[in-house]
């Protein structure tokens, strides 16, 4: 999503006091799921609401009977990392009475806690590694597979098919979980490594201070920055540009350019966990602690990258997603043109689009780009804006048509010529395979496959097929290499053609008649 700009002033506006170490935090809508640890089996998990940020209210807390290292939420669920007893599930579906509905133990010490559809993904401390829990049913989890990874596995992330395990001293581990029950190990990225955040191709990383790396090839990951603002570092949060690094305090790095990352703040001391949620960031850090990073700027504009909407008959709509609280507001303006960077050959913005409104004078551009005006009169809220589309027509790239079959009455036939007429707009073709059956009591018996010229599976006479299949014309094409079996007078009583029509979306060709001669 994009949003104005935060421009950072950060300030501790809420404190709730915890009896113990308050050593990691998750937020989801209105709680935040900290995790209170006394270093012993006192520890608890501890559910705060936070839809006051200035004064934090705690509505339940959870004892396991282990140290409580971490909570990762999804839907009604917690998933709470117990160190030496394993992985809890709990069910938060009523916040302020949370139960317990399974324990499963892992190997080693459970740290860290990651969950993705059915599966939960854990660091599990030395001889644990990688483990892979099924949770599709909360009150059964089951082993699916694991790695024992050679360092202490601290925190991980997992995106798509690809596991990162922050491995402390042997580094970043990459592997490959497209089948769960198997993880691969692709390679390991040297040097201490205790935590890591993966957006789109980059790895943040922590641990021997802060590491961005292209991980655009998973089994070669590639340096691109560091910050040497970073002491250590461990949990990581990376949002909207801005990388949240819980420090000897926290620290906030602007990573919009990863090959120069920027420390643009930091606040508080002894900072062990780090959530941020727009212009808040909660904070596990011995209590826990809201800070509230500073306030939007006034207004902010949004260009897009240039949109290869590839060959159209023309743009109809635009529409989008976003969200506009009270004294904010989102406007869009378009504008398209047939060269891959704009010039002055490309149309003049259409300002002030609505929502689903009419761009079709943009007309048949290849190529386009949106640009959002955000404002608020508020700068303690954003508007945020989710989605753009831009809706254009084309016709398919490609469609069949099958003849019915004809029955030539003859056993024997020779197959000389095959020919049609054709109007064939610029990227656009017409393709057209034939296959060949003999009698059987009156119907086809069993066909032959579909061919071209050369007889094999998949290829087609076309008046662009010059050479192989002999054809000549334009509008009115003839072919005059056919298939070996057409000729041999054998098997041929019955045939059908099939015409397959091609475009590259701006125009359709047409078929006004096709002949076969024999």
């Keep these: 999503s994009v949003g104005l700009k935060l421009n950072f002033s950060p300030s501790t506006v809420g404190t709730l006091v915890t009896s113990y170490l308050a050593s990691n935090v998750h937020v989801a809508g209105n709680y935040a799921y900290v995790t209170d640890d006394s270093g012993n089996s006192a520890s608890v998990q501890r559910i705060i609401n936070i839809s006051n940020p200035a004064a934090p209210v705690q509505v339940a807390a959870t004892s396991h009977s282990a140290r409580v290292i971490d909570t990762f939420v999804s839907g009604n669920y917690a998933y709470v990392a117990i160190a030496d007893a394993g992985l809890a599930i709990v069910d938060i579906s009523n916040p302020a009475a949370p139960v317990t509905r399974s324990t499963y133990n892992t190997p080693s010490w459970a740290q860290h806690v990651q969950v993705i559809g059915n599966y939960a993904y854990v660091a599990d401390w030395v001889d644990g590694g990688l483990q892979i829990i099924n949770v599709s049913n909360p009150n059964a989890p089951t082993f699916v597979g694991s790695y024992n990874s050679p360092g202490t596995a601290e925190r991980l992330f997992v995106s798509g098919n690809i596991a990162y395990l922050a491995d402390g001293t042997s580094g970043l581990a990459i592997f490959d979980i497209s089948n769960p ?75 919009s350019d ?212 002999g054809c000549s014309g334009a509008a009115t094409v003839t072919c005059v290499t056919l298939a070996n079996f057409l000729r041999d007078s054998l098997n041929d009583q019955w045939l059908q053609y099939k015409v397959i029509l091609v475009s590259d979306g701006s125009a359709t060709p047409t078929l006004a008649g096709i002949g076969l001669t024999y």
């Design 258 to 469: 990863p090959a120069s990352p920027t420390l643009v703040a930091s606040h508080e001391s002894g900072v062990y966990g780090v959530f941020p949620v727009g212009r808040y960031a909660y904070l596990a850090a011995s209590d826990f602690k809201v800070v509230a990073l500073g306030n939007y700027a006034a207004s902010g504009v949004f260009t897009s990258s240039v949109i290869d909407a590839g060959p159209h008959v023309g743009y109809t709509t635009l529409g989008y997603t976003a969200t506009t609280p009270t004294n904010t507001a989102i406007t869009l303006d378009v504008r398209a043109g047939n060269t891959p960077s704009p010039d002055g050959s490309w149309t003049a913005w259409q300002t002030g689009v609505a929502n689903g409104g009419n761009i079709a004078a943009l007309g048949v551009n290849r190529y386009a780009q949106y640009r959002a005006n955000l404002s608020t009169s508020d700068t303690t809220v954003t508007p945020l804006l989710q989605d753009v589309t831009l809706n254009y027509s084309r016709y398919a790239y490609t469609a069949a048509l099958v003849s019915s079959a004809y029955n030539s009455a003859s056993l024997n036939n020779l197959f000389d010529e095959l020919a049609w007429t054709q109007t064939l707009p610029a990227g656009t073709e017409v393709r057209i395979q034939i296959q060949t059956a003999p009698n059987n009591a009156g119907v086809p018996g069993t066909w032959s496959t579909w061919v071209g010229p050369d007889s094999t599976a998949g290829s087609y006479w076309s008046s662009a097929n010059t050479f192989s299949g």
């Design 181 to 255: 029950a198997a993880p691969v190990l692709l390679t390991t990225y040297p040097g201490t490594t205790s935590g890591v955040y993966i957006v789109g191709n980059y790895a943040y990383v922590t641990g021997s201070g802060f590491k961005i790396l292209n991980v655009s090839n998973p089994a070669a990951p590639v340096l691109v920055g560091a910050s040497s603002d970073v002491a250590i570092g461990g949990d990581i949060y990376v949002n909207e540009g801005y990388a949240y690094i819980a420090d000897t305090s926290l620290k906030v790095i602007n990573v």
